[in-house]
């Protein structure tokens, strides 16, 4: 199964934190009237420009159920249109070669207290593992930030969140070796 959108658009500017609350604010706003609060989890480098761990990113990416995905589509494509930036959402944690679809039950709520959307970033755990899967040179400098920052999390732990994503076959292999 492929994240969605799978095809990169141009990228018109870089973004800082002050954009990327921008947008979640935006979001909360679009989101008036609905029913149920929306739920959106901070991945890649989105989580590190909120973290404040690197200035900029080149898009927002977000992990959503399917369901809010859907409710929150047609706003997404407006904004992204509105602003010029990118939004990478990858529903139910369906990721480029694997699923991680334990994110939610490990992430961290934000201090960020929006009317009809629920703010979250994965843990560092969960940044950990999912760095080392892209395994992109700019992914590795991410890696040795963070942990630069706040330390390596015991081993153990880190394989054990490794054992809880759903790999395809090509990760299958790396992960066997």
């Given at each position: 199964?492929?994240?969605?959108?799978?095809?990169?658009?141009?990228?018109?500017?870089?973004?800082?934190?002050?954009?990327?609350?921008?947008?979640?604010?935006?979001?909360?706003?679009?989101?008036?009237?609905?029913?149920?609060?929306?739920?959106?989890?901070?991945v890649g480098g989105s989580f590190?420009?909120?973290?404040?761990?690197?200035?900029?990113?080149k898009d927002i990416d977000l992990?959503?159920?399917?369901?809010?995905?859907?409710?929150?589509?047609?706003?997404?494509?407006?904004?992204?249109?509105?602003?010029?930036?990118?939004?990478?959402?990858?529903?139910?944690?369906?990721?480029?070669?694997?699923?991680?679809?334990?994110?939610?039950?490990?992430?961290?709520?934000?201090?960020?207290?929006?009317?009809?959307?629920?703010?979250?970033?994965?843990?560092?755990?969960?940044?950990?593992?999912?760095?080392?899967?892209?395994?992109?040179?700019n992914d590795k400098e991410d890696?040795?930030?963070?942990?630069?920052?706040?330390?390596?999390?015991?081993?153990?732990?880190?394989?054990?969140?490794?054992?809880?994503?759903?790999?395809?076959?090509?990760?299958?292999?790396?992960?066997?070796?």
């Open positions: 199964m492929e994240t969605m959108p799978p095809a990169r658009r141009q990228i018109k500017r870089l973004l800082y934190k002050a954009d990327l609350l921008s947008v979640l604010s935006q979001m909360d706003v679009s989101l008036e009237g609905h029913i149920r609060k929306k739920s959106v989890y901070l590190m420009a909120y973290e404040e761990l690197r200035g900029l990113t992990i959503m159920s399917r369901q809010d995905f859907r409710d929150l589509s047609g706003i997404i494509a407006e904004i992204e249109s509105e602003r010029e930036i990118c939004i990478d959402v990858f529903p139910d944690g369906q990721l480029s070669g694997y699923s991680y679809p334990t994110y939610a039950s490990h992430a961290v709520r934000l201090p960020i207290g929006y009317t009809n959307l629920n703010t979250f970033r994965v843990d560092d755990i969960g940044f950990l593992v999912m760095k080392a899967l892209a395994a992109r040179d890696i040795d930030t963070i942990v630069g920052h706040r330390g390596l999390p015991p081993l153990y732990q880190v394989l054990a969140r490794f054992r809880e994503l759903k790999l395809d076959e090509s990760h299958e292999e790396l992960y066997k070796e």
